[in-house]
């Protein structure tokens, strides 16, 4: 069994700055990516960022979303399976429900994909 948790959601006023946590744990044989998405109400849940693995196990190429670009960036350590999303400048529209998403290798096997819980980050104006 794969365990994905975040953290480090919260209330921050617009400008600010907040710092999510992803960490995979469990039977886990390798994680090929992760990545963040959020949701709120009445909406898809979306792409924010994501970052594929390097063969050194550090963070490879990572994707945003256009709307996080120059805002946000995530970083992986590969050697606690960990995954953050550095969020600068935040905006009263990046509120929402923040969830990690992991592609983790049980033994052998195809990967599959993990979800988090989900970690609220609110931005008032």
């Known amino acids: 069994q794969v365990q994905v948790v975040e953290s480090g959601g919260g209330l921050v006023q617009a400008g600010g700055s907040l710092r999510l946590s992803c960490a995979a744990s469990?039977?886990?044989?390798?994680?090929?990516?992760m990545g963040w998405y959020r949701q709120t109400p009445g909406k898809q849940r979306e792409l924010v960022a994501s970052i594929t693995s390097s063969g050194l196990g550090v963070g490879g190429s990572a994707n945003y979303a256009d709307s996080v670009k120059g805002r946000f960036t995530i970083s992986r350590d590969g050697a606690e399976n960990t995954a953050y999303l550095q969020m600068n400048m935040l905006k009263p529209e990046d509120t929402a429900v923040y969830y990690c998403r992991a592609q983790v290798q049980v033994g052998l096997t195809p990967p599959s994909d993990y979800w988090g819980q989900g970690t609220q980050v609110t931005v008032s104006s």
């Open positions: 469990g039977s886990i044989f390798r994680i090929n990516a």
